[in-house]
DNA sequence: CTGATATTATTGTTTTACGATAATTAATAT
DNA sequence: ATATTAATTATCGTAAAACAATAATATCAG
């Protein structure tokens, strides 16, 4: 039951290019992809809060703990 | 706006104690004060899984995207 | 006070986020 | 096909920091 990333999702929804949030954020986009492919182990709250000030939502909307989908 | 850490409230609101928290997820009580504090710049996902998995909660009851309260 | 729990403080190690860069792989035109 | 753009993946390097281990202080309950 690991931490799910669904940046993914929320960039889809919300028809946001990675190029944009990356440099809103102020990461690489290299670095933007790792995280979005839940490719890192861990990640700063600057970061995060980053991520979720120009996506206006939550870090609930970004982590799960799930292993599945669980889609409400 | 920075990222809010509520360990503090679950930990209250469900009766547990840092102790068995620590050990349960596996670091020491220092460390999970720190991050109790909002201490400490970032979590690694392992860690906010075992938190998550231990008191049956989300990413999004520990992590809150706010500067002051709103308590909802 | 005494004991249990929690916080804070140091010091040190190891992990790793992230930068910088480039190459590869989609997509989307033209 | 061939540019053009966007996204992923891969290396290498570094600075940051999570976390361990420990000890010292608080804090709180008896």
Known sequence: ????????VMLAERNVKSKELAEYVGITEANL????QGKVK??????????CT??????GDLLR???DDASA
Do not use: A, W
């Open 1 to 8: 039951m690991p931490i799910r990333v669904r940046l993914n």
């Open 33 to 36: 992809s790792l995280l979005k």
């Open 42 to 51: 861990g990640v700063r709250f600057d970061t995060l809060e980053r991520i």
């Open 54 to 59: 120009y996506l206006k939502c939550q870090p």
């Open 65 to 67: 703990h799930e292993d």
